[in-house]
């Protein structure tokens, strides 16, 4: 069943993906590398289509010559045959058989296709958090990633005049390579205190390359004279057919909007991001440890599923240097597996993670969301838009109904039932509701066609293939 080509399978080609990828198949294991991308490079190394002809796409990059030689190494090792890149293809299951794994995959045209393997690396990185606010589901009002994909991947702005809002050091980037590529910044806004990160300096100052980005990126900032706000928030966006400006707020000690600090500030954009979620399903589907929100890890990368790894985001967010180093270990662990040989790790991969994992829970612990978002959060504003609910209906089904925790509020008011699964929606939906957040466990990483099921043999059907 499982042919000599794949022993290895592994899902993303992002930073983590390609460097696990190119690890092991410099160790001449062949690699099927799986990615519903049409181009390798995942988030941080998105690239613009083929078809734009972009003549110096490393304009909208930073650390585009660790791109480069990635690039070039999957390149050399494709050509040699020692990895499979197989673009546009989204899993949607894997599965764990006696010897080796499943891997169930849809082109864009939800053609169905299977591909066996040895051993499987799960490199599937992050999505963003999105919270609701009045008017959040104006035209115009756009995660802050979605945007730079827009930029990255299709070089077109998102709008004129932009605001960019949220939490997070990913809006640095959004911010100036919005204003790079000629959009007007209205203003940043940010909800954390910069005054937080004096309590993790010392680990930002063992960062001096960090270092030297923010202040790369505080220097655009001043170039492109765009105001900054930090602790204020967003507390609506305003417009008919499409946002036309939005009201902050400064936020108080405890987190909640000033009363008589809100300004109105007009835009044709609003780029918004609340930080980033791992992308779990097909870990947690496989039977993986999550922990509740990251696929639980050992120092070698090993889920607790013998013969499934994971690196990157999915296993933690923490930056592409981070996801690059997770996924050299994970190789070379892969590698030790599949030829019986003892692992070697590089020291400079082991010390470089714990370094970057420390900055990285440094950075979470500056950037959270303000505590009291949701009392923001007006009734009429929906929370679920897949399945239209709204923010007093799920108050309803706490108050009236007597839901006490999200999956009683989904069967109640159908949140979280619809496209995505909760997976946008879900802590939205908490956060009005007043529940923890769940670990949910989606059979499924994406929505897939009853034809396809359909036409899906069983596992057990699936040995004989
Ligand atoms: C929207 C967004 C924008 C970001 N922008 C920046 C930035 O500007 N600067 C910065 O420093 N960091 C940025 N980050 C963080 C950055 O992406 C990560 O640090 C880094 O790219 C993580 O690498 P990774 O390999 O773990 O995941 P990713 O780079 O996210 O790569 C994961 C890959 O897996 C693929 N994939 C996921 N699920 C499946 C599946 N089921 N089947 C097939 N393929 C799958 C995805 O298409 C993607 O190509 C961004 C993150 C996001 C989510």
Redesign the pocket.
Known sequence: MTSPTDRLAV???????LAAALTAADHNIAVTL????PQP????YRQPAAALGARRPQALHHAWRTWARLRDRLDAHVAAGRIRHLPG????FVEHLDRGFILR?LTGDDEPEVFAADAVLL??????KVLPFPGWTLPGVV?A??A??VLKGGLVLPGRMAVVAGSG??LL??ATGLAAAGARLAALIEAADPRAYGRHARTFAAHPGKLAEAAGYAGRLLRHRVPVLTRHTVVAAHGTDRVEAVTVAALDADGRARPGTERRIACDTLAVGHG?LP?T??AGALGCRTDPARVVVDAQQRTDVPGVWA????AGV???AL?LAE?EIAGRSVVAHLTGERPRIRSTAANSRTALRKFAAALDAVHTPPAHWAEQVADDTLVCRCEDVTAGAVRHAVTELGAADLRTVKLLTRAGMGWCQGRVCGPGVAGVAGCPPETVRRPF??PVPLSVLARTPSPTEGRQE
């Open positions: 899902v993303g080609a992002g930073p983590a993906g799986i990615d519903s991308a490079g995942g988030q941080f293809r989204h899993v949607w995959t490199a599937t990185g992050a999505y963003e995660t990633g979605g730079q994909a050091p990913l980037p959004v980033l992308h399903d097909l690196a990157g985001e999915a923490g930056g592409a996801a996924g990483a994406r």
